[in-house]
């Protein structure tokens, strides 16, 4: 069967993971991507520009030409609306079939499969179930059997098969990454995950919702990580391949397993001495792993604050690190001379003007911070936190079908709906915070005290600002992966400019 996956904005490693398994039963697969500018969900998100530089019409006509047999939708709570409107955009010239996939369909399934335009869900993991039922479509057989699907029947009931056992990490398929070569340059950037699940359960994240979903249904171990061997391999097929000088590991934490991590340091060391970026978590670094990630080669490391406020992360985001371990990692990774970022959320219940002040202070203690990166609280659906401000009235039930229907801006923007004037106090601190990496330590702290920040909170542009303030800031701090978004930028507005923007794959 031929199956077109529409992507946007960004590489989605899950589709890669899919490709290679429906490839390898001789299905025909092809990503169609709408690059999305300035509205990508991923770096930029600036409105009126993303109307300019929209590729979708494109990439629609696109996918009706390829006359595909199967819509494969992975779906993220920030990308459904969009895909939601890609099949009812294809399906007005073509007739197919959709099959959703993903995040948003797994934490909202009751949402998803009551739309017209969802023809057949899988829940949870896809490789298995959706080639199960390729194959009974193409057999006409039923599908009775086929863990993990839901889908409807002609009199309209819903049949809702059961969760199957999760995946064991060896047999995790490999990446085909062939399916991106038209779209993301690789040689500069390759980016991908070794494993699934957490060492924690933050009440933000969906990797909260997983972890009860997992433990309710009784499916199996929720971190689960890909042998080293199976790393290496991976890696060193992609430097002969791709010629890839930077590699971005975007496991949720790089590993929960003190063992792999020594394993996996000291044979990348000597098999790919390539620069690397990774995912980190206070709780990692409180021995010394900072040395030996820098031993290997260790270019980034992106690690989750979120806050300072330790009452407000232990109950509101159910991170158990104290301050003093958070310090502790912090000066463990500017003490082995590694550039790092460090992820905040603004807009947290709880959460005080005094509380941000202290992050900031705090913060432009280190030499090697070269991002502090904002996020915006996002109320995700089904984890903790949502439930949370349900219970206790910060959010009301037209927020919650906001949140199910994705329809929320998402946490590079401005996250969930909040009052203007708290909005624009935060927007204040997204610019302090911006700025730290390029103020001396006594500065800051000058700024701080004597209250001269406040400034920012008239700037007639604030999100303009905030946005040239980030470029800047990049390239003097030269933060790899930021400068590698933007050369991207600029080669794909070339392209639109010039009208070769391509919108399927080989
Ligand atoms: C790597 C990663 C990224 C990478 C790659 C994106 C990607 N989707 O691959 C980058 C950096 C680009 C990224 C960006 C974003 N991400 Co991200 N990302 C992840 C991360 C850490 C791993 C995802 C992954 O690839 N896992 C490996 C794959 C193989 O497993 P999987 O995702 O579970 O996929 C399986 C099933 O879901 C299913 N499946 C998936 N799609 C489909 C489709 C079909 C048809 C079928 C049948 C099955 C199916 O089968 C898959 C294989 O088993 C997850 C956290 C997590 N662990 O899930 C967050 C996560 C997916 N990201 C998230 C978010 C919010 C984002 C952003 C919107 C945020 C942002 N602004 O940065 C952007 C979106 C950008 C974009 N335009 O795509 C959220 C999504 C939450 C939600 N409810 O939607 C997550 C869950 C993290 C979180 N905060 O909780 N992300
Ligand atoms: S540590 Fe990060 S990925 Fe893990 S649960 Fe917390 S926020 Fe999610």
Not at 317 to 328: A, D, V
Not at 376 to 401: C, H
Request: charge should be positive; proline fraction near 4%.
């Amino acid at each position: 069967m031929k199956i077109i996956f529409p992507v946007v904005g960004a590489e989605n490693i899950s589709v890669a993971y899919l490709s290679s398994v429906l490839k390898k039963a001789g299905h025909t697969v092809k990503v169609a991507f709408d690059r999305s500018l300035f509205n990508d969900m991923q770096y930029f998100s600036v409105k009126f520009l993303s109307r300019i530089f929209s590729e979708k019409k494109r990439m629609v006509k696109q996918i009706i030409l390829e006359k595909p047999d199967i819509l494969a939708m992975s779906v993220f709570t920030d990308n459904y609306q969009w895909a939601l409107d890609v099949v009812r955009e294809v399906r007005k010239q073509h007739k197919c079939i959709t099959v959703w996939g993903g995040m948003h369909p797994t934490a909202c399934p009751e949402e998803a499969i009551a739309q017209e335009e969802v023809d057949y869900m899988i829940i949870g993991e896809g490789e298995a179930p959706f080639l199960e039922l390729v194959d009974a479509l193409e057999k006409n057989t039923s599908m009775k059997n086929i863990q993990n699907l839901w889908y409807r029947e002609n009199d309209g009931n819903i049949v809702k098969n059961p969760p199957r056992t999760l995946m064991d990490p060896k047999d995790f398929p490999p990446v085909d990454k062939t399916v991106y070569e038209k779209f993301i340059p690789m040689k500069e950037y390759y980016l991908t995950v070794t494993s699934k699940g957490c060492i924690a359960k933050c009440s933000y994240c969906l990797q909260n919702f997983l972890w009860n979903w997992e433990k309710e249904q009784q499916i199996g171990k929720f971190l689960r990580e890909k042998n080293v061997d199976m790393v290496i391999d991976e890696f060193r097929e992609m430097k002969s391949r791709y010629g890839i000088k930077y590699i971005d590991i975007k496991n949720n934490v790089l590993s929960g397993n003190k063992q792999w991590m020594d394993e996996f340091l000291k044979r990348y060391a000597e098999e790919i001495k390539l620069p690397f970026r990774i995912m980190g978590h206070p709780l990692l670094f409180q021995e010394d792993l900072a040395e030996k990630l820098k031993k290997a080669g260790c270019h980034h490391i992106q690690i989750g604050i979120e806050s300072m406020n330790s009452d407000v992360r232990k109950n509101v985001l159910f991170r158990n690190e104290s301050n003093e371990q958070i310090k502790k990692a912090l000066d463990s990774i500017d003490k082995a001379g590694i550039n790092f970022s460090a992820d905040l959320i603004v807009g947290l219940p709880g959460e005080t003007e005094n509380d941000l002040i202290v992050s900031v202070k705090i913060l432009s203690e280190y030499k090697h911070l070269i991002r502090a990166s904002i996020f915006w609280l996002q109320y995700l659906p089904s984890v903790a936190i949502t439930r949370m401000a349900i219970e206790k009235g910060y959010i009301d039930g037209k927020n919650e079908e906001l949140i199910n229907k994705g329809l929320q801006n998402n946490y590079l923007s401005t996250g969930s709906p909040m009052e203007a004037d708290r909005m624009r106090i935060l927007k204040t601190y997204h610019i302090i915070f911006r700025l730290l990496p390029i103020i001396p330590q006594k500065i800051v702290n000058l700024i701080m005290n004597t209250g001269i920040y406040h400034i920012f909170h008239y700037l007639p542009f604030q999100t303009a600002f905030i946005i040239a303030v980030d470029v800047f800031v990049s390239y003097i701090r030269n933060d790899y992966y930021a400068k590698w978004i933007m050369k991207w930028y600029f080669k794909q507005i070339w392209k639109h400019i010039m009208g070769k923007i391509e919108t399927i794959s080989e």
